[in-house]
DNA sequence: CGCTGGATTGAGGCCGATCAACTTCAGTGG
DNA sequence: CCACTGAAGTTGATCGGCCTCAATCCAGCG
């Protein structure tokens, strides 16, 4: 990991803000702990977060920003396993191992809360309310990404955009965005080539279906894109 | 739910039998509480264990037998979510959405314990040691799967037989195990037509790798079989 | 201004899907 | 036990979509 330098910035929150330090409910009930924060911090862009195959110890929250996991294979091609937004948690697929099978590297500059995984089970102990959350946190994780079996390039494509527009900014459907990834990030996401997401790209543009400059993406039409995403139309 | 018959016969356990009835550990404690299962039953092959759609009440413990989860598409095509055996528990999915957004059905005669969420979340409470076990097993849910994602059809095969040679014997690799699911159901998992699938058994067959006999299966050389679910290699 | 890496576009080949014929298997009833 | 039947599995021929390799374009930046 880079030495990253430390965050005295505002807090813009993440899924556990509920259960940390400054929330409605803790100003409220003062005699609460709050999450145990190891430190706050800031990743900038390319950047790595988590080394390969290094010891887990921590929970990363991500408060601002954009990370990738990825993982080398065997072979030598990189496998991107998930993209990270504001808001999201990220490390959970760790725990079982008790290792990090990833590298996990900021797109842009990203602030980033540490937990540390015993502290936090500590805390979990004193706080159902938390083992709820956390729960419904990992459920929701579960079902990210399960597009990603789809056969076809454009069914892939269009449920990666709709998926980014509404996970981009915390859960808010926007019709415009900037994609902070490559080509060929998506590419090795989706399993699919740069070349082939970008043909894809230009087809839903060249049907008016999403407007594309460089990284600047608009969904036209998103009806449209969702018919596609559940695999009842194709593009050209 | 066809209408279960209550099973009487002797637990042979699953993941979460630590924390359950006539575990050593609670016999030697008895003043623990038990998970409150709220009953187990057999459920006939082919028979429904969860209806699509259906409002989330139970995660299910699978004692013994196995279990496919089915999503049908926009599309009227059938995507096969995963596959549960002797052991593992099946339901997290559905914890964040409150509902079970595909059908289970029993592949084979497969032993089922109901245990309700709402008591699940209030035994959780006072049982720190299962908070970080269940913790530890959605983790390991996470990690289930993730060679979906490659794009060759070998390779996925190969993935999925050692995934299975694994997981049907309760974590215990067994080079010789009897396939519980149908071509097409393996297709519909990976991806594949069920023709594909014949055509790259029959080729592993033909090159010694495994043999196959209907549905019994024969790792003959696991170390080939490894290197081609890695991508080093490929039949033929 | 040229440099550099990402993005786009084009031509050709390969792998898996599709469609169809055939074989094998499992279950049923005579 | 065998004959029948429908489903599952295998095998073959053809087609199409994505990969591959290569050339070009473009944006950001010194």
Redesign the pocket.
């Known amino acids: 990991m880079h030495t990253p330098h430390m965050d005295d910035s505002v807090c813009c929150g993440c899924h556990l803000t509920p259960f940390c330090i400054g929330s409605e409910k803790l100003r409220a009930n003062p005699e609460f702990d709050s999450l145990p924060v190891k430190r706050r911090f800031v990743v900038k862009k390319n950047e790595r977060l988590i080394a390969p195959n290094s010891h887990f110890q921590y929970l990363f929250a991500i408060e601002k920003g954009s990370i990738k996991t990825v993982q080398s294979e065997a072979d030598g091609g990189e496998l991107i396993r998930g993209f990270y937004f504001s808001g999201e948690v990220l490390g959970y697929e760790a725990i079982y191992s008790g290792r990090y099978h990833f590298t996990a590297i900021a797109l842009t500059e990203t602030h980033v809360c540490m937990l540390d995984y015993h502290d936090f089970l500590y805390y979990l102990q004193s706080n159902p309310e938390l083992q709820q959350h956390i729960l419904y946190l990992i459920s929701l994780q579960l079902n990210v990404g399960s597009y990603l079996v789809s056969?076809?390039?454009?069914r892939k494509l269009a449920c990666f955009l709709l998926d980014l527009s509404s996970r981009l900014h915390r859960a808010q459907m926007h019709p415009e965005f900037q994609l902070p990834m490559?080509?060929?990030d998506i590419g090795n996401y989706l399993?699919?080539?740069?070349?082939?997401?970008?043909?894809t790209?230009?087809r839903l543009q060249q049907n008016n279906i999403i407007s594309?400059n460089?990284?600047k993406i608009g969904l036209l039409k998103i009806d449209v894109l969702r018919q596609i995403a559940e695999g009842l139309t194709s593009v050209e």
Chains 1, 2 share one sequence.
Do not use: H, P
Request: hydrophobic content about 30%; aromatic content about 4%.
């Open positions: 056969t076809k390039a454009d490559s080509r060929q399993r699919l080539t740069a070349e082939t997401v970008s043909r790209f230009t594309i460089n990284k």
